[in-house]
Every structure is written in structure tokens, then in C-alpha cells.
């Protein structure tokens, strides 16, 4: 079975810390995201990457930047937390072309920023 | 507007009720459907896929797509306390961006 591992399922940080979220799926996907998910928003995209330090931008990656040095590991980088931040901080892996319907979601990382 | 709106619930049905759950969407060039199903305290996990319009069926499970009406549904036959969940509808054009609902929480009773 796919696996994506987050490192943190609840993590607390002060605003203006920098904090790492790290994301490791063991399939060998080539695509890998960053959602968060609020609620009553659903999901959204905060950066995705296709390719080993390759990387779009989302719909939200105002605050946010990511690194992919390798293939099975995605990082999210909160520069300078803030309360808005606060969410649930979800990472997903797929497989590139025709099988890529199918993203396969970490636990999550519940972030607090105080 | 958003690209997916989707029946915000909270869905409460008694065990064995037929559950429909709704998405409609802005965009007709969209032509892949998922619907993902996302249990508490983890992440979603992908239920259903449909590309075009139609239905597809799996167990008790149908997704219906209506292109013409930019309309997606799921429907939960003989509904059971495991189907308890946050089920999230998702598009997209090309499987590099997904667009999902904010997600429906449903509760089947005993």
C-alpha cells in the first residue's frame, strides 16, 4: 500500500517562528501537493510539484514556500507563522499521467499557531 | 466563484437510508470526477472516479456526472454507521490541480 508519512500530527509554534512540515510518500510519485483545509473552505492548494526541485504555485502560497530535493520528500515552509495559519495541513502524492485521479493523502498536521 | 460548490450538510440519515450527496461546478472544460471520502483524524481517501458524463457504479456506491448541467452526484445505497464521514467532491483538467468541495459530513444512525 502507498504511504505518505507526515512528520508532526499536532505541532505548536509561536507567530513569526519558522516552521518545516515534512511530507515522505514511499511509491515513487512523481506529483506531490500541500493542501490545507479549513472548515467550511475545503480544501486548497497551496503548492505542487511535479518533479524533483520542480514546483507551481497554488491557490494560497501567500506566507509559504516548499523544497523537493528529493523525489519522495516535500517540505512546506511557513517563512513566519501567523495565527491565520492555524489549519489542518494535509500532503498527497500521485502517479503523473493517466493514474494520476487517484491522490493519496498523509494524516495530516494539525499546526496551531499561538 | 468558485470552481466547485458543493451541499455543505451536516447529513444526519437513519441505517439503511439512500444518501445523495451534490457538487455542481463553473467550469465545463473540467472532465475528471472524483468523490473522496475522508474519516476522522485522517486524510481523504479516493471513493470514486468518473470521466465524462454518465454513471459508475461500485457496490453500494454510484457517481453520477451531468455535464450538461455542470452536476455531480453520489449516491450511498443501504447506507451503514461506517458510512459516517466528511465526503469531499473533486475535478479537475488535467490531474496536476484538483479542485475540491468544502465537503459534506454525514452521519448514518443505528
Known amino acids: 500500500d502507498v504511504k505518505v508519512t507526515q512528520s508532526s500530527r499536532y505541532l505548536v509554534k509561536r507567530t513569526g517562528e519558522k516552521v518545516f512540515l515534512e511530507c515522505v510518500q514511499d511509491m515513487d510519485h512523481e506529483n506531490m501537493f500541500w493542501y490545507r483545509q479549513d472548515p467550511g473552505l475545503g480544501l486548497r492548494l497551496i503548492y505542487f510539484s511535479y518533479d524533483v526541485k520542480m514546483k507551481e504555485k497554488g491557490d494560497i502560497p501567500e506566507g509559504y514556500s516548499v523544497s523537493r530535493e528529493k523525489k519522495e520528500r516535500f517540505s512546506l515552509i511557513l517563512e513566519s507563522a501567523s495565527t491565520n495559519q492555524t489549519s489542518m495541513y494535509l500532503c498527497?502524492?500521485?502517479?503523473?499521467?493517466?493514474?494520476?485521479?487517484?491522490?493519496?493523502f498523509g494524516s495530516g498536521t494539525q499546526l496551531s499557531v499561538l | 466563484q468558485k470552481e466547485v460548490e458543493q451541499d455543505p450538510g451536516p447529513l444526519s440519515v437513519p441505517e439503511g437510508a439512500i444518501v445523495s450527496l451534490n457538487c455542481t461546478y463553473s467550469n465545463s472544460a473540467f472532465q475528471y470526477f472524483m468523490w473522496y471520502r475522508q474519516y476522522s483524524r485522517k486524510g481523504p481517501e479516493l471513493l470514486m472516479y468518473?470521466?465524462?458524463?454518465g454513471n459508475k457504479e461500485d457496490g453500494r456506491f454510484t457517481a453520477q456526472v451531468d455535464k450538461s448541467s455542470k452536476y455531480i452526484s453520489l449516491f450511498i445505497r443501504d447506507s451503514q454507521p461506517s458510512d459516517s464521514a466528511t465526503y469531499l467532491c473533486?475535478?479537475?483538467?488535467?490531474?496536476?490541480?484538483?479542485?475540491f468541495g468544502s465537503g459534506t459530513k454525514l452521519n448514518v444512525k443505528p
Open positions: 473533486a475535478i479537475t483538467y488535467n490531474f496536476n490541480k484538483f479542485y
Open positions: 468518473t470521466y465524462s458524463s
Open positions: 498527497a502524492s500521485s502517479p503523473s499521467g493517466a493514474r494520476g485521479e487517484k491522490l493519496f
